[in-house]
């Protein structure tokens, strides 16, 4: 329900101000996700940006949420081809 999508959006926001580093560290176009290496780290990353996913393409969120999800994953991605 409702109360649910607005702990969803909290937590996207959480992620971007919290599990983030700046793009000039990354090469990245913005903030990218923080990435732990290889192992259980690397692992919960690619989850995290999984679900990172699926709150981009979620039109019950907020429009600002999935912008936001959206670019993690997006300059997360880039960050890696660079």
């Not at 329900?1 to 599990?19: I, K, Y």
């Not at 949420?65 to 960050?79: D, I, K, M, Q, Y």
């Amino acid at each position: 329900g409702e109360a649910n999508l607005a702990r969803a959006a909290a937590l996207v926001a959480a992620v971007e101000r919290r599990l983030t580093v700046p793009a000039g560290e990354s090469g990245g176009a913005g903030p990218v996700l923080r990435c732990e290496g290889t192992g259980d780290g690397g692992l919960f990353t690619g989850i995290l940006c999984r679900y990172l996913a699926l709150a981009a393409a979620d039109s019950r969120l907020p429009a600002g949420t999935r912008e936001a999800a959206s670019g993690l994953v997006r300059n997360t991605a880039a960050a890696f081809w660079t």
